[in-house]
Every structure is written in C-alpha cells, then in structure tokens.
Nanobody, 124 residues
C-alpha cells in the first residue's frame, strides 16, 4: 500500500528558511500528484503546494516564497520554504493522489487519499 514519509521541519525565526522532504513508496508504477498541506489547531487543513510530474502549483499565501521540487524518478518531493512568517506555523502533511492533473491543485484537499504523519513547522 502507499506510504508517505516526511522529514525536515523544525523551528526558525521569521524570515528564515526551512526544508521539508517526502518520499512515497508502495505505489508501484502509478503516477502520483504529490502535495504539501498544513494545519493549525482549530483550523481546516489547507493546501500549500502541489506537483504533477515536474509542474508545481501554489497557494496564494506562499507564492514567491515556497518552491516544490521532485527528485529520484518522481518518488521524492521537497518543499523549500523561504522568508517564513509566523502565520506559516503549523503541522505540514505530505499527500498523494493518482487523480489526473486537473485535480492536482492545492484547493483539492478532498482528492488526496494518501497522507503522511505530518511534521511540525514553527516560526517565531
């Protein structure tokens, strides 16, 4: 079965940089749209960035500051987060779907059936 394992995250001061990674396994030869979402207590999970093949899409709140990359024959994605703000604080989750490109967007939380355990990002 599909598994997602995140790494990275941590604590940083505002204006700093953090880097998240996510590796997908168990998916066979299927092509997956992969994504990062985030959630803070009391709020709904929100999309941050998605990547279909090597094309990324971003939520407005992170455009120009975050970059999503794909490596290793498409089994690993990274999220480079720069100029971090306190409002970027939250639990960040890696997610995947084998839905088509039209649904590989940060506003399509409902189309992602596979999720990692999450990694905490704290900006102070």
């Amino acid at each position: 079965h599909v598994q997602l394992v995140e790494s990275g995250g941590g604590s940083v001061q505002a204006g700093g940089t953090l880097h998240l990674s996510c590796r997908i396994s168990g998916g066979g030869d299927s092509e997956y749209c992969m994504a990062w979402f985030r959630q803070t207590p009391g709020n709904e999970r929100e999309g941050v960035a998605t990547i279909y093949h090597f094309e990324g899409a971003y939520a407005d709140a992170v455009k120009g500051r975050f970059t999503i990359f794909r490596f290793d024959g498409e089994n690993t994605i990274d999220l480079q987060m720069t100029d971090l703000k306190t409002e970027d604080t939250g639990m960040y989750y890696c997610a995947a779907t084998n839905a088509d490109a039209s649904r590989c967007r940060p506003d399509r939380t409902q189309d992602f059936p596979y999720w990692g355990q999450g990694t905490q990002v704290t900006v102070s």
